[in-house]
Every structure is written in C-alpha cells, then in structure tokens.
C-alpha cells in the first residue's frame, strides 16, 4: 500500500509541475525590463545596444544577453533609480552597492532573467545589462541573428 501512495504522490506532483517556457518568452522579459530601466535612468544620450549569447551548460537550452552602454548625466543617481524600479518590481536583489563611491551597481534576479546595473562616475557613463535562463523553443526573428 505504501509504494502505490509514493508512485501516486509523484505522478500527481509531476503531473502538476509547471512546465518550463519557452526562450522567446525570457527574451520578452528581457527586452521589455531592460527598456524599462532605461526609461527611469539619466542617460545624456542614446544607449548603445549590444545583445550576444549566453553561455549554457550542454543540454541546457540557450540564452541570450544584452547590454546598454550610455553616457549619464550622474552614473550614481541612475543606478539608484534603476535598483528602485527593480525592487518596486518585486525582483530578487542579490547585491545592492548603490552607496559604493567608485562602483555603484545593483544586480538583480526575476523568473527567467538577471540583470544589472553599474555606474562609473569617472567617465560618465552606465552599463544597464542582463541575460536569460537556459530554455528550449523558438528563437523570435530579432535575435536570430545574434
């Protein structure tokens, strides 16, 4: 009687695990955070957009990152801003240094991606990034290419 509660027990709990999402939905994610941060930040002129692969353990799917490089008028100011909208969001802060003199930057973790963001008041600028899960499925037409 025991091994058929065990073997129903775990059928029910992996009948009912949520399945994993596909990649095109970590890079919606993405792109629509990272656009976001860029809104509450103050850049001086326009980003810089880099986007390239992640790197996956074999078997593991494939991500992706991107990157903004922008001139800001206070590198300090827009990491803050930036940590804030992220913690409005209910993102997982995993390091805050907002106060850090020479490097500010906060890093953060939501469902499918990480990002960060770091300033570097010596040359005016932040460095607004982050990168996806390792997932299967359809890569959309925009990243193809990367």
């Known amino acids: 009687m025991n091994r058929i509660m065990v073997a129903l027990l775990l059928l029910v709990a992996g009948c009912a695990s949520e399945p994993r999402p596909p990649i095109s939905d970590a890079l919606r994610d993405l792109d629509a955070a990272l656009a976001r941060a860029i809104q509450v ?3 001086t002129g326009p980003p810089k957009r880099t986007p390239g692969r992640w790197w996956c353990k074999l078997g593991e799917g494939q991500a992706f990152q991107l990157g903004f490089t922008a ?8 990491v803050a801003a930036v ?7 209910g993102l997982t802060i995993q390091m805050d ?3 850090h003199p020479n490097r500010p ?11 960060s963001v770091h300033g570097f008041p010596e040359r005016g600028t932040v460095w607004i990034a982050g990168n996806t899960a390792c997932l299967d499925g359809e890569v959309p037409d925009a990243w193809r290419d990367v």
């Open 41 to 43: 930040s103050s850049l």
């Open 71 to 78: 001139p800001a008028r206070d590198p300090r100011a827009t």
């Open 83 to 89: 940590g804030e909208l992220w913690r409005r969001e």
């Open 97 to 99: 240094r907002t106060q």
């Open 105 to 115: 930057e906060v890093v953060v973790r939501g469902r499918l991606i990480e990002m």
